[in-house]
């Protein structure tokens, strides 16, 4: 589970300001459906750029390994909690706590840290 909380600790942290508008997603709905299109596509070139430049230089290999499954035929992910980061300006950095679900034919793995 360490991998996971470090993917947590990691993910990109200038993400774009919310926008005030209902309806418009934010850089955290963004981001997290970039997730879910790499993780559907099984493509493990797109993670290191959903990665802060600070992170483990191995942590989007290893994210690959244990997200990216044979088969995969749909992925949520759901953001869970959202604080500010600390050290960044208001609204521009955030510490998130998030759910994946990945399904593979009749199988699904969720993935809570």
Do not use: Y
């Not at 797109?46 to 749909?74: F, H, I, W, Y």
Request: proline fraction near 8%.
């Amino acid at each position: 589970m360490r991998w996971l909380l470090a993917l947590v600790a990691c993910l990109w942290v200038a993400i774009p300001r919310p926008t005030a508008a209902q309806g418009t997603p934010d850089g955290v709905s963004l981001l997290l459906g970039r997730l879910e299109r790499a993780l559907l596509a099984a493509d493990p070139s797109q993670l290191p750029a959903l990665l802060s430049p600070n992170a483990a230089p191995d942590l989007a290999e290893r994210l690959a390994t244990k997200l990216m499954l044979t088969g995969t035929t749909r992925v949520v992910a759901r953001e869970r909690e959202r604080a500010s980061l600390d050290g960044a300006l208001p609204g521009d950095g955030f510490r998130l706590v998030t759910e994946v679900m990945v399904e593979t034919g009749q199988a699904a793995h969720i993935v809570t840290p």
